[in-house]
């Protein structure tokens, strides 16, 4: 969830009551004129130009939404299929207005799978060569608008609903829910910090893909998972100076905690650069990683018996796809390895670290290491196309993992080894690294390890936002 460009921190003070979202659906460059939803049984009220009136219906009724100019038609649609309805849309208007909403009379407070309105043909996975349509389900409110004959559909619910679905997408049922309280706080906290007004103009205030927040609705909810969001309910976590932390989260930090000023570019109050082990443990040694501990950190012997709270000894690498979902089947992340031939990576570097004029690969320089050994400012050093010796600098850990694989390498800590044929040309590098994400703030593996051994979720946070309080804003 947490990117690595984050804007300002802006100092953001606990919540008096439970703020509402307003989550666009479908947005003006998905360029729908027609929207199909479906009702399940139970009251609805419809609203359009400070008008309401109710449906209410014993088995599940379909609604046609479209455009004209700017104004939003509800009808009733006819027993067809979408394809036959919108070619005919016959039904006579029930609403029709500058916004039309449209939202069930009595909802529930804690959210049930696959409750709520059924929304037809959302697009997931804007902009990319995957964008697919999905039919999700959306809990309270839905708010129709429209733009020179686009729609915006917006979703208006609570944050902790808005919350239970957002946690409960990425993970199974399977997690301790010390664990998803721990999560649901710290992405709590995050959202409140960094989640406002990233949508200017429009009326909604984040949006449902990657551009934000994934969200998907009730539709991939788990009622355990949401059960235990319920239970974190209202919980922020508070800097000492009085104001909501800027609580970052990454998947694994791979031993130590990379300290907020190297990625970000300032520092983060309430989260300190430490080792996410036990008190005592052995990788205090290695807090600051550098150049001359960096390969005993990432290969060393210790290893076998390392009590960090991400490593495989804690957090058995094997059962992670049962809790986090979104993770590669064999789920190396404290420790794992890249293996490129010289030509696959000459090829990433030339094209995605715009490199055109490169010849042949020479050598990496690690310029600026971070405590964690993430590498902040890598040297590339190469021969151009006409034999020159030269160097480029890729900055930032962001940039170092984006060019140097074809989707996004797990970390920037990595130590290479340049492997070389019997006549000593080079024919490929291979690179050993540690953890996955940025690092800072709480690393998602470590308070899952943390949870399996029995700490609870006040822990969990005191250990990773140590500078922090746990204050609940709303009851
Ligand atoms: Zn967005
Ligand atoms: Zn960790």
Redesign the pocket.
């Known amino acids: 969830m947490a990117s690595a460009e984050e804007p300002e921190v802006e100092k953001v003070p606990l919540p008096q009551r439970e703020p509402e979202c307003r989550v666009g659906i479908v947005l003006r460059e998905d360029n729908k004129s027609n929207i199909q939803i479906e009702l399940p049984p139970g009251r609805f009220r419809l609203t359009a130009n400070g008008t309401e009136s109710f449906l209410e219906g014993k088995s599940v009724r379909t609604l046609g939404i479209s455009s004209d100019g700017n104004e939003v038609i509800c009808r009733d649609m006819p027993e067809c299929s979408f394809a036959e309805a919108s070619a005919h849309y016959k039904g006579s208007a029930l609403k029709s207005g500058g916004m039309v909403s449209v939202e069930p009379v009595d909802a529930q407070e804690v959210l049930a799978p696959k409750s709520g309105i059924l929304m037809r043909g959302v697009v997931a996975g804007r902009g990319f060569h995957w964008q697919k349509e999905v039919d999700l389900h959306y809990p309270r409110r839905l708010e129709f608008f429209a733009r020179d004959g686009r729609l915006i559909a917006v979703n208006v619910l609570p944050l902790e609903a808005y919350l239970a679905c957002l946690v409960t997408s990425e993970m199974s049922g399977a997690c301790p829910s010390e664990f998803i309280k721990a999560q649901a706080t710290a992405a709590r906290t995050w959202m409140m910090v960094f989640l406002k007004n990233k949508h200017v103009g429009e009326p909604f205030s984040i949006c449902n893909d990657d551009c934000c927040q994934r969200y998907q609705g009730t539709t991939f909810l788990s009622d355990s998972v949401a059960g235990s969001v319920e239970r974190s309910r209202g919980m922020f976590l508070v800097t000492h100076e009085g104001y909501l932390c800027p609580a970052y989260y990454s998947k ?4 130590i ?1 990379e300290r907020a000023q190297n990625i970000f570019g300032q520092g983060a109050v309430g989260i300190s650069e430490k080792t ?1 082990a036990p008190s005592g443990s052995v990788t205090e040694y290695f807090n600051p990683v550098t150049e001359e501990n960096i390969r005993k950190w990432v290969t060393g012997e210790f290893l076998s018996a390392s009590d ?3 490593s495989p000894k804690v957090c058995p690498e094997e059962t992670l796809a049962k809790y986090l979902g979104a993770v590669d089947v064999a789920g190396h992340y404290y420790r794992w390895q890249v293996e490129y031939s010289r030509e696959s990576l000459e090829h990433l570097l030339r094209t995605k670290g715009a490199l055109a004029d490169l010849g042949e690969f020479v050598d990496f320089r690690s310029i600026k290491r971070g405590n964690s050994g993430r590498i902040h400012d890598l040297e590339v050093i190469y021969k151009d196309t006409a034999g020159g010796t030269k160097s480029h600098i890729i900055h930032s850990q962001y940039e170092i993992r984006r060019v140097l694989h074809e989707k996004f390498l797990f970390s920037s800590a990595f130590i290479w080894e340049r492997k070389r044929d019997t006549r000593g040309r080079l024919e490929g590098i291979s690179l050993t690294g540690a ?1 996955w994400g940025h690092g800072v703030g709480l ?1 998602q ?2 308070a899952l390890g943390m949870a399996l051994q029995g700490y609870p979720y006040e822990e969990i946070l005191k250990h990773y936002y140590d500078g922090c309080q746990l204050l609940r804003a709303y009851e």
């Open positions: 694994s930090c791979g031993g905690m996410d960090s709270f991400c953890g690393c593996i470590g």
